[in-house]
């Protein structure tokens, strides 16, 4: 077994170990300066420089045209689901949602009182088993805004390719996938996640915004969910979170140098290959979501016989094949399968199921 688990949790999420090596060593002593990377100056030059080199860093992985602003904020991605309205609608104005499941209903649900929501699309009928029929959207020319949850984390439903929405923003909370594909960044309006999935420390998130819907703010809404606000200050309106930008640009980092997003791709459609085969062929467990929209970050299935999870999810812990247990609004199994999962830890956990159905099936 390795040194260090296979952490299959949703988030906070399993890290590199080249990253979580790095911040051990610097830890006490950050840089050979006598100080923690905790105690890191937002002030200091040392901190410039990683931010500058972490916006750099991830501008270039994804091609971030310059029509398009980065922002490191507080509070993860759900502060989002209220200020995307704040700062891009204004009051009585409609914007779109695309309802798959349990986070874009978060989204709907905090923007109900600041925005007309429309929902333009939903897959509730099928019990969010897939993202709607782009055909079958009914989209607002006069939307504020287009939403989308690029991937459901509970429900294990991801978007297989992105939608043009033509004039209308295209909003998009990609938490859990963001990094883990190439992406036409100038298609959308604005992308938020949080951090704690595929980049680094809980808390954090990234904003990329186009520079034109700044100007869209109303009026009243505190500085702190400024968008513009917080592009003028260069994501330093208040104190930033800076030991957790910091370890983002270590992510960043670590994730160019193994060959960038293309094999991040390939690495996260292996991986999920290993769980799928293994979902296909099995007579125990279940995954009820369709095929085409299957997510390749979040894997949740079921035991045909749920007296037998406890069983499977304690057989894992011994085996180092941790934070299996499915959301508690879910119940089940889920694996997430996010950029610093190895290859080895989907094979071994494939293995393991096998090997588990073999015995109880
Ligand atoms: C985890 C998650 C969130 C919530 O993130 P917080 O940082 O807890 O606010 C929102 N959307 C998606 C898709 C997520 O996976």
């Not at 490191?72 to 309205?85: I, N, Q, S």
């Not at 509730?124 to 020319?141: H, T």
């Not at 062929?281 to 894997?299: D, E, G, W």
Request: aromatic share 10%; hydrophobic share 45%.
């Amino acid at each position: 077994m390795r040194a260090r688990a296979y952490n299959f949790g949703a988030g906070p999420a399993m890290m590199p170990d080249a990253v979580i090596e790095r911040i051990a060593r610097e830890w006490q002593n950050f840089r050979g300066e006598g100080y923690s990377a905790m105690e890191l100056g937002h002030r200091s030059e040392h901190f410039a420089d990683i931010h500058a080199r972490a916006k750099a860093d991830l501008r270039a992985l994804l091609g971030v045209p310059e029509s398009h602003h980065i922002l490191f904020l507080h509070g993860g991605a759900t502060p989002h689901f209220a200020m995307v309205p704040l700062n891009l609608a204004q009051p009585g104005q409609s914007a779109d949602y695309i309802h798959t499941g349990y986070w874009s209903d978060k989204a709907m649900a905090e923007a109900t009182s600041l925005v007309n929501v429309r929902i333009a699309a939903s897959a509730a009928a099928s019990e969010f088993d897939r993202v709607p029929e782009r055909a079958g959207w009914q989209l607002d020319p006069a939307a504020a805004y287009v939403h989308i949850c690029a991937n459901e984390t509970i429900g294990g439903v991801e978007f297989a390719d992105y939608p043009d929405t033509g004039d209308v923003p295209l909003v998009a909370d990609m938490s859990s996938n963001i990094l883990s594909q190439p992406l036409d960044v100038a298609r959308f309006g604005l992308i938020y996640a949080g951090a704690q999935k595929n980049i680094g420390p809980a808390g954090l998130a990234i904003v990329i915004i186009r520079d034109d819907l700044l100007g869209r703010v109303r009026s009243g809404v505190p500085s702190v969910m400024n968008y513009a606000r917080h592009v003028e200050w260069d994501s330093m309106y208040n104190t930033p979170a800076a030991f957790a930008i910091w370890v983002a640009g270590l992510v960043f980092e670590y994730v160019k140098k193994e060959g960038g997003v293309v094999e991040m791709a390939r690495r996260s459609a292996a991986k999920a290959k290993c769980i799928y085969d293994v979902l296909n062929a099995s007579q125990l467990y279940t995954n009820r979501i369709q095929p085409a929209s299957r997510s390749r970050m979040n894997v949740p299935f079921f035991l045909r016989e749920p007296r037998l999870e406890t069983r499977f999810l304690d057989g894992a812990r011994r085996r180092g094949l941790l934070n299996l247990k499915g959301h508690r609004a879910t119940g089940g199994i889920r694996a997430s399968l996010y950029n610093a999962m190895p290859l080895d830890g989907a094979r071994e956990l494939a293995e393991y199921m096998t090997e588990f159905e073999r015995r109880h099936g």
